[in-house]
C-alpha cells in the first residue's frame, strides 16, 4: 500500500491560516471516511487532532479543522501560533483493510 | 484517563526476536477498548503495526503479520508485542495506542520507546 502524500513542508505568519494537504486514492482517502491527523511536536509522541475527516479530537483547539474532496484531505490551521509548530500526518483505513500514513509535513512559524 | 506506559530493551540483535510491554493504567483492558501499537522509525514517518479489540478480533498491518505477536495479560493489564527476526530496518521508536471506538485512529499514546537493530 502506497504512502499518502503531503508536502513536506509548510510555513506560515503568527495569525495566518495555512492548510495541509494529504492525497491518496479512491482505495482510502476517497474511499471511506476515516481520515484521522496528528500533531507531533519535536521529540514528543503524535497527538491525535482530528478524526473521521472533519471531527475535533477532544481538548483540540478549534483553529484545526479537517475537510475532504474526492481523494485529497486537508487539515487547516487558523488563526497560526508559535506552538503549533510540528509535524502533522494524515492517515486513512484502505481498501485492503490496512492503515497507511502520510510521510509527514513540517509546519514551521515564520 | 488511560495512561500507557512502554517498556523493553533498548537494544536488539538482529534475526532475534523483539519484546515490548505496555502497561495501561486508569483503564481495565479487559472492559473494553481498541489497543494496539506504532512505530517510526528515527527522521521517518509512522507505521502502523497492529491492534486488537478486547474481545478478541486483531487486525495486522500485512507487511508485518508474519513476524507479530500481540498478546495481553489481564492480571498485569499489560499488552505486550513480539516482532521476530528483527533487521536494522526494525529499528524505531514503538508506541503504545489505544481508542475507545476504532482501529481507525488512536486517541491514547504512550511516550514511546526507542529499539535499536544492532550487534
Known amino acids: 500500500q502506497s504512502a499518502l502524500t503531503q508536502p513536506a513542508s509548510v510555513s506560515g505568519s503568527p495569525g495566518q491560516s495555512i492548510t495541509i494537504s494529504c492525497t491518496g486514492a479512491s482505495s482510502d482517502v476517497g474511499g471511506y471516511d476515516y481520515v484521522s491527523w496528528y500533531q507531533q511536536p519535536p521529540g514528543k509522541a503524535p497527538k491525535l487532532m482530528i478524526y473521521?475527516?472533519?471531527n475535533r479530537a477532544s481538548g483540540v483547539s478549534d483553529r484545526f479543522s479537517g475537510s475532504k474532496s474526492g481523494n485529497t484531505a486537508s487539515l487547516t490551521i487558523s488563526g497560526l501560533q508559535a506552538e503549533d509548530e510540528a509535524d502533522y500526518y494524515c492517515s486513512s483505513y484502505t481498501s485492503s483493510g490496512t492503515l497507511v500514513f502520510g510521510a509527514g509535513t513540517k509546519v514551521t512559524v515564520l | 484517563q488511560v495512561q500507557l506506559q512502554e517498556s523493553g530493551p533498548g537494544l536488539v540483535k538482529p534475526s532475534e526476536t523483539l519484546s515490548l510491554i505496555c502497561a495501561v493504567s486508569g483503564y481495565s483492558i479487559s472492559s473494553g477498548k481498541y489497543w494496539g501499537w506504532m512505530r517510526q522509525p528515527p527522521g521517518k514517518g509512522l507505521e502502523w503495526i497492529a491492534t486488537?479489540?478486547?474481545?478478541?478480533?486483531?487486525y495486522y498491518n500485512p507487511s508485518l503479520k508474519s513476524r507479530v505477536a500481540l498478546s495481553v495479560d489481564t492480571s498485569k493489564n499489560q499488552l505486550s508485542l513480539k516482532l521476530a527476526s528483527v533487521t536494522a530496518a526494525d529499528t524505531a521508536v514503538y508506541y503504545c495506542?489505544?481508542?475507545?471506538?476504532?482501529?481507525?485512529?488512536?486517541?491514547?499514546w504512550g511516550q514511546g520507546t526507542l529499539v535499536t537493530v544492532s550487534s
Open positions: 486488537f479489540y478486547h474481545s478478541g478480533s486483531t
Open positions: 495506542t489505544s481508542d475507545s471506538n476504532t482501529w481507525y485512529w488512536a486517541y491514547y
Open positions: 473521521g475527516v472533519n
